[in-house]
């Protein structure tokens, strides 16, 4: 009873400072949640169908030994270096000589040369003298069919000698040139060289049926590589296939792929971005401050230091970006930061 007593007037005592029990002090125990935002703004968006695949060489030459010979690499003009792999090559260069005594005494060029150029003079006296009159139109038959035989004789004779050249058939760069010892003997059928342009790439990837009727010839792709996902190329779609595969209900596609600097290499595997549909002028917000609520697509937007929710009806999207069809306005500002855990109305901090 004494105690009962005690507590009573003490709470009586304390009232004025601090109210009772059932009274607790008026503080408002919400701080203020710092957020960044940035302001919904009108910009391009594009929408991909992606696909992986091989990127090759666009033109690509395996030159072989066509006769036996001793091996001679030939010296790069451009490097006073024998030719090695790397190195750029032009048209018409000499990478690989072989050397068969033999086989260019039976082509006996120089005689098959020289009874050309003979049998040419012979033709070019022949038709003065028959403008002249001098000559009968059979006897200048005569002559110049002999010219053409000739010609044709040298012509093959050059021909044959070329068996013994690997010979760059266009300006790229060579990618391998097995190793042989100087004036080892090469048989007929070896590989010498092989040379690729991969300025310009080529690849052939699979869509899933559900894209077919998104993907045409001429549309745009972005090219990635897994390891530097900076360096991306731009390509195109040159072939559309119009059949699905049975098993996989995949279709084919093929690319043509840019590729000026070098930096993609044949036989990377890369990524491929396929523009399916874009759009100059669209409100487009980050993908990742969406928040999924029961289904629905929400995302916060401060006005007056109060974060608000706003439900999206969203259309084209990517990786990174997505566009808001209702549920924003231009200059709307979107908290981008911060969001993961606010709720509606909740009192708000604007940081830098």
Do not use: W
Request: aromatic share 6%.
């Amino acid at each position: 009873m004494k105690r009962r007593l005690l507590l009573s007037i003490i709470c009586l005592a304390a009232l004025p400072l601090f109210g009772c029990e059932d009274e607790g002090p008026n503080i408002d125990l919400e701080s203020s949640i710092p957020v960044r935002v940035e302001p919904v703004t009108l910009k391009p968006i594009e929408e991909y169908a992606l696909a992986t695949g091989t990127v090759v060489a666009a033109h690509e030459a395996t030159l072989a030994a066509q006769q036996s010979g001793y091996y001679a690499v030939q010296k790069n003009p451009r490097t006073g270096a024998p030719f090695a792999m790397g190195d750029r090559v032009l048209p018409g260069e000499t990478i690989v000589l072989l050397r068969n005594p033999e086989f260019e005494n039976q082509v006996t060029i120089d005689s098959k040369k020289l009874n050309f150029e003979i049998s040419e003079r012979e033709f070019e006296k022949q038709k003065n003298l028959y403008e002249k009159g001098g000559i009968t139109l059979r006897e200048l038959t005569d002559a110049e069919r002999t010219f053409i035989d000739a010609r044709y004789s040298y012509d093959n004779a050059k021909l044959q000698l070329a068996k013994l050249r690997a010979i760059a058939p266009f300006d790229g760069t060579i990618v391998d040139l097995p190793y042989y010892s100087p004036n080892q003997l090469v048989e007929a059928g070896s590989l010498l060289v092989k040379v690729m342009d991969y300025s310009q790439l080529h690849a052939d990837v699979t869509l899933p049926g559900r894209e077919m009727g998104r993907v045409a010839r001429g549309q745009r792709a972005l090219v990635s590589g897994y390891s530097d996902e900076i360096d991306t190329l731009v390509g195109e779609v040159t072939q559309v296939s119009p059949a699905l595969d049975p098993d996989s209900r995949m279709f084919k596609l093929s690319l043509a792929i840019a590729n000026d600097s070098l930096r993609f290499k044949p036989g990377m595997f890369v990524k491929v971005h396929i523009v399916v549909e874009q759009k100059d002028s669209a409100l487009v917000i980050p993908k990742n401050v969406i928040l999924d609520r029961r289904g629905a697509k929400t995302v916060f937007v401060v006005d007056k230091g109060i974060a608000v929710e706003r439900r999206l009806e969203t259309g084209l999207a990517n990786r990174l970006e997505i566009e808001v069809l209702s549920g924003l306005k231009e200059d709307d500002r979107l908290v981008v930061e911060g969001f993961e855990t606010l709720r509606n109305l909740s009192k708000v901090k604007i940081t830098k």
